[in-house]
């Protein structure tokens, strides 16, 4: 019997089946239940011991698909095959030992299936359903794509056989398309491709009166369009060294594993960026995928929500990582992470949110199969995430993403415009990017070309200068050399006090903002009494600039719970009631930790602390005012570079110290490089508020 006709008959015995309720033409054929009965077929014939058995005896077989998608398909078929069209399979998992089956109800075998999407789908849940099957002497068929996560467990122990469904490769494709549509086809598709195809893609590729060649080709479409590669490389990315170094070495393992010269356990499975949004963390996925020469699959919360329900959007999350696996090798980007949550966290909908996050953990491990699939995760707070995600094994490396610098964000304003102002020096607009990121420069090269395109001229340096100064609302001299002053305060403070950790200053102005202090404090070492005084000073010396250079002083450093009065005032509480820093009347007491909707109240009901809050916040503006009173030349000589070019970067004012010789250490040994890992103090920008 040919191949076709052994196919087509499998089917046309199987025709009180749930797939074909009736006789249906080839036309009408579902192409993933041809493509079932194919591959279920090939598995029972290559072993005759295995076909046996589960015809002839009541039997416990476990069956591993090749992904969710082909559960239904394969259990349809393999019931098909084994059963034939007078008997049904009856749900394992609806009978426990009260409730024996009879052992003279004939034709019926129990049979369970698990895609991992609902609660119940755990090792612990229906056993009892697989010894009463047994006992009542019926065959039991356990189908899942990681049995061991979701089969019962004892159906496990007591197999007496087991089934690996393999995907799709070649030869199999062609019996199907053969058996589809009559003649077999003389295009073909690899066995790596083939192993992409899914039933919806077996689906959409079918169309009536179709030739055999036709619908190889609209399938090889399909296939091309998952396995396309990124163009973009790891050296076009600027300004991210740290996730550029990890990159080249995975590019460089990568290609040792695919030769087979290193093993999978040698190559690093996963990690973690972690940035500001804009820092190119996507950008990135697709350099690495490019550089590694090997296919991006990208997925997000967001993307499996959208499915629906809790089962649709588990259902989706494990499609993305089956798309992943078949693809592999590859890179599996998964952005904004964070956004799954923590489990010690959750308050509202505990159950979905626990079950989802369980799920992605599950995911990551990779029980079922993830050799070859490297996963990149993106968040912006990494401190939202559940700590197993970044557990060995996993997502187990974090690389911080950071703002690009002065020369990163030329090298990236220069990709964008390609030979747009070639030969422009563009110093002067990176210098006014300072602060921007990455997806900024994009737009405002696109808003530069849109100012030149509507001119009906070439693009001038003056149009990208215009983008990056954007729209703000227009301040009095006096306002911008007041903004421009307090900034200078707290750049001469950081900059004294923590060498090497200004990044810039800025009075750009903003629609909440007339400028701020960026610094990186990511090397900082333990909070201590010394370095809470030194942090105070910083967040303080804005306000000590104004007074020193005017006389008076306005509302830039209070406002909301933001500014720098605030957070001078919510880092003083912590130090007293969170840090154990307290040597006044409460000592060693943990009290809490501020925040803002508490730190009044906390204040209100405890004269005594707003008493000591009050004298340390004093205590470090009037230490603040005499470094600026010392240094007093050296801030009018930045806060006139800030009125001239808008934004400075933290090199060019320790320079600025350093050349007047100026530099020197006024805070204790303490104060110097010890800031804490506070929450969220990667970077510390104190601003100006905007309208004061």
């Not at 040792?256 to 950008?283: E, F, H, I, M, N």
């Not at 959750?346 to 699939?373: C, K, P, S």
């Not at 990186?520 to 005084?533: C, D, I």
């Not at 020193?548 to 450093?557: H, I």
């Amino acid at each position: 019997m040919s191949a076709r006709n052994a196919v087509a008959q499998s089917v046309d015995d199987c025709d009180e089946f749930p797939f074909t309720s009736a006789p249906q033409t080839e036309e009408a054929r579902d192409p993933a239940e041809v493509a079932a009965l194919v591959l279920v077929r090939r598995v029972l014939d290559s072993s005759p011991v295995l076909k046996i058995a589960t015809i002839a005896h009541a039997i416990a077989a476990v069956v591993q698909v090749p992904s969710a998608g082909w559960l239904n398909a394969i259990a349809n078929a393999w019931g098909c095959l084994l059963g034939g069209a007078d008997a049904a399979p009856e749900d394992a998992d609806t009978i426990t030992r009260p409730h024996l089956p009879q052992p003279h109800l004939a034709g019926a075998w129990f049979e369970c299936r698990r895609d991992g999407f609902k609660k119940e789908h755990r090792p612990d849940v229906g056993n009892e359903g697989v010894s009463a099957a047994l006992s009542a002497r019926r065959s039991i068929f356990g189908f899942s794509p990681a049995p061991e996560r979701h089969l019962p467990r004892d159906l496990l122990r007591v197999a007496d056989v087991r089934a690996v469904i393999p995907p799709l490769d070649a030869d199999a494709l062609r019996e199907v398309v053969t058996a589809l549509v009559g003649t077999p086809p003389s295009l073909t598709i690899s066995d790596a491709r083939c192993r992409l195809i899914t039933v919806e893609d077996l689906r959409l590729a079918r169309r009536p009166g179709q030739d055999a060649d036709d619908y190889v080709a609209r399938l090889r479409t399909l296939l091309e369009a998952k396995a396309k590669q990124p163009t973009a490389t790891l050296a076009q990315m600027r300004g991210m060294d740290e996730a550029v170094d990890w990159g080249m070495a995975l590019v460089r393992d990568l290609a040792d594993y695919r030769q087979g010269k290193l093993p999978w356990s040698a190559v690093d499975r996963g990690a973690l960026l972690a940035g500001p949004s804009g820092t190119g963390k996507t950008t990135f996925a697709r350099a690495l995928a490019g550089s590694c020469d090997v296919p991006l699959v990208t997925g997000s919360l967001s993307r499996w929500q959208a499915a629906g329900h809790l089962g649709d959007m588990l259902r989706a999350m494990a499609a993305t990582f089956d798309e992943a696996r078949a693809t592999a090798p590859c890179i599996l980007f998964l952005d904004e992470v964070d956004s799954v949550g923590n489990r010690a966290k959750f308050t509202d909908h505990q159950d979905y949110n626990i079950q989802v996050v369980n799920a992605l953990l599950e995911e990551l491990d990779g029980i079922g199969g993830r050799e070859g699939v490297v996963v990149v995760g993106a968040c912006n707070h990494p401190d939202r995430l559940d700590p197993a995600l970044t557990r060995s094994g996993r997502l187990d490396r974090t690389i911080r993403l950071q703002l690009p610098d002065r020369s990163a964000l030329a090298a990236i304003l220069r990709d964008y415009l390609s030979t747009d102002l070639d030969g422009v020096d563009l110093a002067m607009a990176a210098a006014l990017a300072l602060g921007g990121t990455g997806a900024d420069c994009e737009r405002w090269v696109r808003g530069a070309r849109r100012r030149a395109r509507h001119g009906n001229r070439d693009i001038a340096i003056d149009d990208l200068i215009a983008e990056i100064r954007g729209a703000h609302r227009p301040r009095t001299p006096e306002l911008d050399r007041r903004y421009a002053v307090h900034e200078a305060g707290h750049a001469l403070v950081i900059a004294i006090e923590r060498p090497g950790a200004l990044i810039r200053a800025s009075i750009r102005g903003t629609a909440t903002t007339g400028g701020g202090v960026t610094a990186n404090l990511e090397n900082a070492g333990p909070m201590t009494r010394a370095e809470v005084a030194a942090t105070l000073r910083q967040l303080l010396a804005g306000r000590a600039a104004e007074e020193v250079l005017f006389g008076d002083v306005s509302a830039g450093a209070g406002g909301d719970h933001t500014s720098d009065l605030a957070r001078a005032t919510a880092l003083a509480v912590s130090a007293l009631c969170s840090f154990g820093l307290d040597e006044g009347e409460h000592g060693l007491l943990w009290l809490g930790l501020p925040s803002p909707d508490t730190i009044g109240s906390m204040l209100a009901l405890k004269p005594d602390l707003a008493d000591r809050v009050s004298k340390m916040l004093t205590d470090a503006y009037a230490e603040a005012k005499t470094l600026v009173e010392q240094h007093r030349h050296e801030v009018e000589d930045i806060a006139n570079a800030l009125i001239d070019r808008e934004t400075i970067g933290g090199d060019e004012i320790e320079a600025m110290l350093r050349k007047a010789m100026m530099v020197c250490p006024v805070a204790s040994a303490d104060a110097k490089g010890e800031r804490p890992e506070t929450p969220n103090s990667a970077v510390w920008t104190p601003t100006t508020r905007a309208g004061r």
